[in-house]
């Protein structure tokens, strides 16, 4: 046992470091004195890009491109991207005929799904931000560094942990839906591409094409 962890200390290291991080996420308790989504907005940040980064650079010494922050394969990313963002919009859009408290139950913060600009800020802005941060820990952290051995079953299992986290801090609502819908899309984007860069940009088409549909057809 103890010359298999050492052979494998890095990849034992990595996983406590991934676990912990979710584990603290999923029981992390605002407190009542701050706003609870920036109080969450900023322990994201942390556990989900400071730390992997850190982490990659300072006590791995390696590039940030083992965390998938690499050029990749330009031309299979940006095809990937945009047709996978349309084939999983299709299949939104059809869960949402079957289930009419998607279509309900998917909302807006008041100021975006009122004001044109603020739609666009919004969009621009702010998701991206937070699409980056799934990106970089789940499938950078998690499926382009942690569990690269194994192959596409990598898309998976990082699948597998980002439904878990949801699951145990019972953050799950119709609002999230399509961030669980997307995220073995996204790893697979990332997975033929060999960068994240492409699967940021198919979540955020993705998130802007739904936030679109959900405006105009709620």
């Known amino acids: 046992m103890r010359e298999i962890l050492a052979k494998n200390k890095e990849q034992v290291v990595t996983g406590v470091l991934i676990f912990f991080s979710l584990g603290f996420l ?19 940040v942390i556990f989900f890009l400071v730390i ?9 010494k390696r590039s940030l491109q083992e965390l998938g922050f690499r050029r990749g394969d330009m031309v299979t990313g940006v095809v990937s991207a945009f047709l996978s963002a349309g084939i999983a919009l299709a299949l939104v859009i ?8 998607f279509r309900v139950g998917h909302t807006l913060p008041f100021l975006v799904e009122r004001s044109f600009l603020w739609f666009v800020l919004y969009e621009i802005f702010l998701v991206p931000i937070v699409v980056l941060l799934y990106e970089v820990f789940f499938r950078g952290f998690v499926q382009t560094l942690w569990l ?23 953050d799950f609502s119709w609002s999230n839906a399509p961030f669980l819908l ?16 492409y699967s940021l940009l198919a979540s955020s088409l993705f998130f802007l094409l739904v936030d679109i549909f959900f405006l105009i057809f709620r």
């Open 148 to 170: 690269r051995h194994l192959g596409w079953r990598a898309i998976l299992v990082q699948w597998g942990l980002f439904l878990i986290l949801f699951l145990i801090s019972k």
């Open 26 to 44: 999923a029981f992390f308790q605002e407190s009542p004195r701050l706003s609870p989504a920036f109080q969450s907005f900023v322990v994201a």
């Open 94 to 101: 059809a869960l949402a005929q079957v289930f009419p408290a």
């Open 182 to 197: 997307f995220a073995p899309i996204a790893g697979f984007v990332a997975y033929r591409s060999h960068s994240i860069w």
């Open 52 to 60: 992997p980064a850190l982490y990659c650079k300072i006590i791995l």
